[in-house]
């Protein structure tokens, strides 16, 4: 199968590649590792008017219309550039849901603000297990007349700080699966009863903790059944995973070659470090590791645009990239000596965002438990043809 990329998608890329190095230069990063925003609010603007924020979103809605591999070309682009934005969790994880499984009215009402208006949004799932299982959320919503009132506690959830909207995970319903009894609610992060906190992570990459103190929403504000909302989240998941796999991937690639730039320069002994053994065994183990992780996102994400996706492809995607990127940011400040860990080189600006993405949409461990299970389900094709030809 082919998983090159087309000419427009081509288009793309250059485009986003070339906003990003012009509007968020590695200074910029850093400066905005100061800003309580967290993001640069003028740049937002000027990728509203390109169309960004509207990529995946139907043209009814004033968006592109474009697919899954045309994002996740801008994630690799927005990884490989660093940049600090709520464009994962808007789009990522809140856009695409309200497009699967928001009502005509959810659309109509809060799409074209996405797209058009650069409206954030983001997702409070995660609470204080800091993992990703159904178990975890005890965030409740006790049903009263037409409203839900919700009480509890959501950490980590990304730029809450400035959200014009949030996807909030809450329990309905007490049951034996944990799976069950889950709800989606859209709310107003400035309603009464909402208590906003940064959480300070050492990526500065605008975390926050929301307290939800009797914090009523009408019934109108559910995405998807009441109940079901945990087969909501599990695709959101899925989705998230592979593209925040494919911003390291990003990512990943722009330090290799940050780092491979540097074993050319970097002199020892009347040579650059390039030329020995041992760092060429590391460069090139990075290269390997660099290629087979590209081809397993672009090939989860042409599944995904197919209509064909597939849960064991963008786990393993995932769980690689976590690898990858924190491998070829260590290995890279290992390569640039003690100056590595200063944040005046850019190597250790990539490897400080691994921090945080190694746990979005679940951590190394949940999705090699995904891989299991889908391996026990079905035999990869790949097993299948060596079985047959033995």
């Given at each position: 199968m082919d998983y090159s990329i087309g000419k427009e998608q081509e288009m793309l890329r250059k485009?986003?590649?070339?906003?990003?190095?012009?509007?968020?230069?590695?200074?910029?990063?850093?400066?905005?590792?100061?800003?309580?925003?967290?993001?640069?609010p003028k740049m937002w603007k000027k990728m509203v008017k390109l169309g960004f924020q509207g990529l995946a979103i139907p043209e009814e809605f004033g968006g592109?219309?474009?697919?899954?591999?045309?994002?996740?070309?801008?994630?690799?682009?927005?990884?490989?550039?660093?940049?600090?934005?709520?464009?994962?969790s808007t789009v990522a994880l809140c856009a695409l849901p309200l497009m699967a499984y928001g009502s005509d009215k959810q659309k109509e009402a809060f799409l074209p603000g996405i797209a058009e208006k650069g409206d954030i949004w983001t997702l409070a799932q995660t609470e204080d297990k800091g993992n990703n299982e159904a178990s975890e959320i005890q965030l409740t919503a006790e049903e009263k007349d037409d409203t839900y009132l919700l009480n509890g506690t959501k950490i980590f959830v990304p730029y809450a700080h400035v959200a014009t909207r949030m996807?909030?995970?809450?329990?309905?319903?007490?049951?034996?699966?944990?799976?069950?009894?889950?709800?989606?609610?859209?709310?107003?992060?400035?309603?009464?009863?909402?208590?906003?906190e940064g959480i300070p992570t050492v990526a500065r990459d605008g975390r926050c903790g929301v307290v939800f103190e009797n914090v009523q929403v009408a019934k109108a504000d559910i995405l998807g059944p009441v109940d079901e909302g945990w087969d909501i989240l599990d695709d959101i998941q899925q989705?998230?995973?592979?593209?925040?796999?494919?911003?390291?991937s990003g990512g990943a690639q722009a330090a290799f070659e940050i780092v491979l730039a540097y074993a050319k320069e970097r002199k020892q002994f009347d040579?650059?470090?390039?030329?020995?053994?041992?760092?060429?065994?590391?460069?090139?183990d990075m290269r390997t590791d660099l290629d087979s992780l590209k081809y397993m996102v672009r090939k989860a994400a042409w599944h995904i645009a197919a209509g064909k996706p597939s849960r064991l492809l963008n786990s393993a995607a995932k769980?690689?990239?976590?690898?990858v990127y924190d491998n070829v940011g260590h290995y890279g400040i290992y390569l640039h000596g003690a100056i590595g860990w200063t944040e005046e080189m850019d190597i250790g600006l990539y490897h400080l965002r691994t921090r945080s993405m190694i746990?979005?949409?679940?951590?190394?461990?949940?999705?090699?438990?995904?891989?299991?299970?889908?391996?026990?389900?079905?035999?990869?094709?790949?097993?299948?043809?060596?079985?047959?030809?033995?």
């Open positions: 485009s986003a590649r070339e906003f990003f190095e012009k509007e968020c230069p590695k200074e910029k990063v850093r400066e905005l590792k100061t800003d309580p925003r967290a993001y640069d592109m219309d474009g697919d899954f591999v045309e994002l996740a070309l801008f994630m690799e682009e927005v990884g490989r550039n660093i940049v600090p934005m709520p464009y994962y996807l909030v995970a809450a329990r309905t319903s007490n049951e034996d699966d944990p799976q069950t009894g889950v709800t989606l609610f859209i709310v107003d992060p400035k309603h009464d009863g909402i208590r906003i989705q998230g995973a592979l593209l925040k796999a494919a911003e390291m040579k650059p470090i390039g030329q020995y053994q041992a760092v060429q065994f590391r460069l090139v769980a690689k990239a976590n690898e746990y979005d949409c679940g951590g190394t461990d949940l999705h090699l438990e995904i891989i299991a299970r889908e391996l026990e389900e079905k035999v990869p094709d790949f097993i299948e043809l060596w079985g047959s030809a033995s």
